[in-house]
């Protein structure tokens, strides 16, 4: 019998990656033990959450919602703090993470979808990054090759990630004596959770969850995902309107990237806020309860 399954382009083993993200993987379990059998500090949790925090918002609201899809404006400050926190996300620069997502965005479930969910969840959640990708397509990211901090971070990216992704949390722990929960908790026990909930955006919300807006693509809601992401799990309203600052669009959504954003406009910190008319919306949801009750 003959199959249907679409045949996709093997890829070679990128072993860089491959030997960092197992290297990553057991420091973050050793931050485990660290806690547990080492010398547990409230202080070094309290950080870690902190650093969750930064570095979360650095790639939802920075390299997702400003950079890969301008739905805001923000000042040198703000975007500098994104950049500085998005680096110790050990995600790639903006530009180049950017060029991938708006890819994405173009040709999602398609052979140059860099995170493609129909070549498998495994490889929607990580097994892309541990292959040799073709070299990223900077032509549709001209506004970025313009800007000058953008192109800054990029270029001095790997020394970014080391300072602020490792030895700022290693040295903040020398304030109250757990340098080395400051290096393993908040530096790579955070990293490897980060890692899992940026990449459950890729996976899960391409997997399972409701799809009230659209279905022509695998994007769909998930609530936990939304949890675990500072509000990037409401996907499926993502890909039906990249152009809207918010991914929880209404107000009891849980979208703290959305709250944060919102609120650094209310101190002229940000501008310029786009967002969808609920006319569009309501039209979106109208046409797919239409289509199920067709069905």
Known sequence: MNSTAPIFERRPVDWLNLIFLCATHVAGLAGIAWMIWGQFSWWTAGLALIYFAFCGVGITGGYHRLFSHPTYKANWAVKLFYLLFGAASVQNS???????????????????????????????HMGWVLTKAKPPDFRHVPDLLADPLVQWQHRWYVPLAVVFGALLPLGLGFLWGDPIGG????????????????????SVAHYMGSQPYTDENSARDHFVTAVITLGEGYHNFHHRFQGDYRNGVRWYHLDPTKWFVWGLSK??????????????????????????AAA
């Open 267 to 292: 101190i002229g910190f940000t501008w310029d806020l786009r967002r969808t008319p609920d006319e569009r919306i309501l039209q979106a949801k109208a046409i797919m309860r239409e289509k199920r």
């Open 183 to 202: 290096l393993l908790v908040a530096g790579f026990l955070r990293l490897v959770v980060q890692y899992h909930a940026t990449f459950a955006v890729n």
């Open 94 to 124: 903006a530009l180049k993470w950017s060029a991938d997502h708006r890819t994405h965005h173009r040709k999602v479930d398609q052979e140059e979808d860099p995170y493609n969910i129909r070549r498998g969840f495994w490889w929607a």
